[in-house]
């Protein structure tokens, strides 16, 4: 009788697995297909971001690049100056040194991790299970006055200080529009290590039939946040590898 017991008990724990793995899949499925198709999130050759951020008063324009094939980085214009930063070229990482305004390879940690993010363009959930992510569906639960599925994603482990740590993000899905609306992850390192830092998105604007959110909020949850004003998204934008590559 009690291997009977134990023997309905797995398999009652089998079944309750797949049922929370299907509606997992179930809402990411429906944030593709509400936000231009799967087919299309997949033939996205890049993006370039127009933006802005607020500091002390002044204005500093952004412009933000990121491609399939992993190269990124963030152009910065202050005071007439174009400071590139987070700039990887597919192998190397580098970025400016403010007080130098010299042009720096990052360690070989950072790069490490950095090409671990080459893996997620244009979409973490995008074929996560070939990057050999897990999702799991944590529940029902409010963000930012909104009704949401609160999705666990872990990814490959990240290095920090020499030592490999799990990568876990939540991410929050608004429960009718299924689209993300919030993202919280645990600050591994810095000075604010151990911390929770939160994003949070709205105002979905379709671009040549894809739907980005216009609007971002980044800070330490529950303390100060910064938002990222963004003006313009484009799709497949034309770049030279001059533009990632590092200054000789």
Request: charged share 25%; proline share 4%; with cysteine.
């Amino acid at each position: 009788m009690k291997t009977m017991k134990m023997a309905f008990l797995m398999a009652w724990l089998a079944c309750a697995g797949a049922v929370n793995a299907q509606s997992a899949d179930e809402i990411i499925n429906n944030y593709f297909e509400n936000t231009g198709g799967l087919e299309a999130w997949k033939n996205l050759k890049g993006i370039k971001i127009s933006a802005k951020v607020n500091q002390g008063g002044i204005e500093i324009p952004l412009e933000i690049v990121q491609l399939k094939d992993g190269r990124q980085y963030t152009k910065i214009t202050f005071q007439g100056q174009e400071i590139k930063q987070g700039v990887f070229d597919g192998t190397n990482l580098w970025n400016t040194n403010f007080q130098t305004m010299k042009a720096e390879k990052a360690d070989e940690e950072s790069t490490s991790n950095a090409k671990l993010d080459a893996n997620d363009f244009p979409d973490s959930f995008l074929d996560y299970k070939a990057k050999g992510y897990q999702v799991e569906l944590v529940g029902k639960e409010p963000f930012d006055g909104a009704e949401s599925y609160k999705l666990k994603l872990t990814r490959e482990p990240r290095t920090v200080d020499g030592n490999k740590v799990e990568d876990v993000l939540y991410y929050f899905f608004e429960s009718e529009s299924f689209v993300p609306i919030g993202q919280e992850s645990e600050i591994k390192e810095g000075p604010a290590k151990g911390q929770v830092s939160q994003i949070k998105m709205s105002d979905y604007t379709e671009v040549a039939g894809l739907y980005f959110p216009y609007s971002m909020v980044q800070g330490i949850k529950g303390g100060q946040s910064q938002p990222l004003i963004i003006e313009k998204i484009e799709v497949n934008p034309v770049v030279t590898d001059a533009d990632f590559a590092f200054p000789q």
